[in-house]
């Protein structure tokens, strides 16, 4: 099987400007950065944004834009250098000092051990909700939490499986629209103030837990406050892995060289040659794309951390492992009850929406590291490697919803930690650690592959070196200061040296033979 030949030219693959000549023909290219608000929203607007509002007010505004914007930096600097090359980040870190094919590896270990950690606590947040919706709490001993989230992946399995989301999908949208409809117009009939989430959003604090937090909630106030706000770095706005599938995603969209062959040097000088080049205006596309999502995900925040200033912290509540999505409800039902449903049916499909989106993301990560080594093998096998996919991140899942149902029904404790503990590591990783290591990356790639004029400009060079010192600090402290230091952080090393040793023996052996079919005329 040959290469993917590159996109002819057609109106498709025409910048909108060039089509139109109306600059608002290009709000049109939103498409793939609804799938990075669509990952986002579950898990952290509706649980902790509002558990952001609770804890610390309007004031934590400040950290969800300022980590939004240092994640925008990082998700443009990728997508720009798809959509001026049409080369993933994983074939250029093929080309990292040491043995080729080292860092793809280690950050696809560390996504086969991450991703699955992230679909069983997806699962288990419906499974807490669907026990809050149907009273179920006390059955099986308080372990029934697991077997809903496990009969809740058992449904995404197999939709995954049959192909037959896009119905369920549709219908998301629609019920999720309406929530951040309701959601929003509550806020304005709440009438918060206004100049104060202003403040909260512009101006930085210092965070301090509330004054009533020991009495009510002595499990949070023994933790330091940077390691709840670090947390929040995490979720809010995507992670990692949730960046690479999104430049994965523009090959369908193809702007620019995304989807066509990547470019070679000589036609990387032609563009850079031309300002007005094809190439060099499509890069505007995931400018908006970008920043359209992030705003999304901004105000969806904003909303929810309203929810939680105004709803539950008067009331001395916070969103917990016992009750993630339940409290939330409130901020709509007090405008009327029957906004009740709504409510309950937005978050379930938001929640499913996310659970199926991290598979998605998964499957599209071990296809990038294998099309990074091989690519027409790659595209060949696609569904294999999906079916894969699916079943190691359901095998890993159902060995963790199991351990936290058997944990929870043998142990006294009022909550099981098993979920939160295995996330916390994953989170730092997925979220924090390796959003830094993205953001040194792409200055990295476009000095290394990039002619002059085509490099991103000075400011985003500043910005993402600044994003990456900020996450690879608080990566670092935060493995530092867990409890399991030590686990977490061998971890890590044992990680990046088995990756070492493979990529300069079995995977050198492997691209060795590649070259020699391809010597000899035949596919690769």
């Given amino acids: 099987m040959s290469e993917p030949l590159e996109a002819s030219p057609s109106a498709s693959s025409a910048p909108p400007t060039l089509l ?14 609804a799938i990075i608000a669509s990952l986002t929203i579950g898990t952290g607007e509706l649980i902790f944004s509002t558990r952001g509002g609770a804890l610390f007010g309007y004031n934590i505004l400040f950290l969800f834009v300022f980590i939004s914007i240092l994640k925008w930096a990082l998700v443009l600097g990728t997508a720009r250098h798809m959509v001026l090359t049409g080369v993933h980040p994983f074939q250029r870190m093929m080309d990292l000092p040491g043995p ?14 991450c991703m699955p950690i992230w679909v069983s606590f997806h699962s288990s947040v419906l499974g807490n909700l669907t026990v809050w919706v149907t009273g179920t709490g006390d059955y099986l001993h308080g372990g029934i939490q697991f077997v809903w989230g496990g009969l809740i ?24 629209g309406a929530l951040i ?34 009495e009510y909630h002595p499990e949070i106030a ?10 929040y770095v995490g979720v809010i706005g995507g992670a990692g892995y949730d960046y690479l599938a999104y430049t994965s995603f523009l090959r369908e969209k193809q702007w620019g060289k995304a989807g066509a062959r990547p470019a070679t040097p000589a036609e990387l000088e032609t563009i850079a040659s031309d300002p007005e080049h094809p190439v060099r205006q499509w890069v505007r596309a995931p400018y908006i794309d970008c920043t359209i999502s992030f705003v999304i995900v901004v105000a969806f925040s904003a909303v ?13 509540e916070i969103p917990t492992e016992a009750n993630l999505l339940g409290l939330q409800a409130q901020f709509v039902v007090k405008i009327h009850p029957w906004l009740y449903p709504l409510y309950v049916s937005g978050a379930f499909l938001t929640m499913l929406g996310t659970l199926y989106g991290t598979l998605e993301v998964a499957y599209t990560i071990l296809n990038e590291m294998a099309r990074s080594v091989n690519n027409n093998w790659a595209v060949r096998h696609a569904r294999r490697l999906k079916h894969y996919t699916v079943v190691w991140c359901a095998v890993i899942a159902y060995g963790v919803l199991t351990w936290s149902y058997f944990y929870k029904i043998h142990t006294d404790e009022e909550k099981p930690p098993v979920i939160l503990a295995l996330m916390t590591p994953a989170n730092l990783f997925t979220g924090v650690l390796f959003c830094g290591i993205l953001c040194l990356l792409n200055p990295w790639m476009d000095r290394r592959f990039l002619p002059k004029p085509l490099q ?24 530092w200061d867990h409890e399991s230091r030590w686990v977490a952080l061998g971890g890590l090393a044992g990680f990046a040296l088995v990756s070492w040793i493979a990529a300069a023996t079995v995977l050198r052996s492997r691209l060795h033979a590649a070259t020699d079919v391809a010597s000899d005329g035949e596919d690769v």
Avoid: H
Wanted: charge should be neutral.
């Fill in 153 to 176: 992946l058992a449904g995404i399995l197999i939709l995954a499986a049959s192909e037959t989301y896009t119905v369920l999908e549709r219908v998301q949208l629609i019920i999720v």
């Fill in 304 to 316: 929810f951390v309203a929810s939680g200033t105004l709803v539950l912290a008067p009331n001395y």
């Fill in 456 to 479: 991103m400009p000075i400011w985003m060079f500043l910005l993402n070196a600044f994003s990456a010192v900020v996450f690879l600090a608080l990566g670092v402290k935060g493995y």
């Fill in 181 to 214: 409809v309701c959601a929003g117009i509550s806020l304005v009939l709440y009438n918060p103030d206004w100049l104060a989430m202003l403040q909260g959003a512009i101006i930085p604090p210092i965070y301090e837990y509330p004054d009533w937090l020991p």
């Fill in 20 to 33: 139109s000549g109306n600059p608002l023909s290009w709000i049109k290219v939103f498409g793939p950065g």
């Fill in 100 to 113: 080729r094919g080292w860092a793809p590896l280690l950050f696809f270990f560390m996504a086969a051990i």
């Fill in 222 to 231: 023994k933790q330091p406050v940077w390691v709840e706000t670090t947390r």
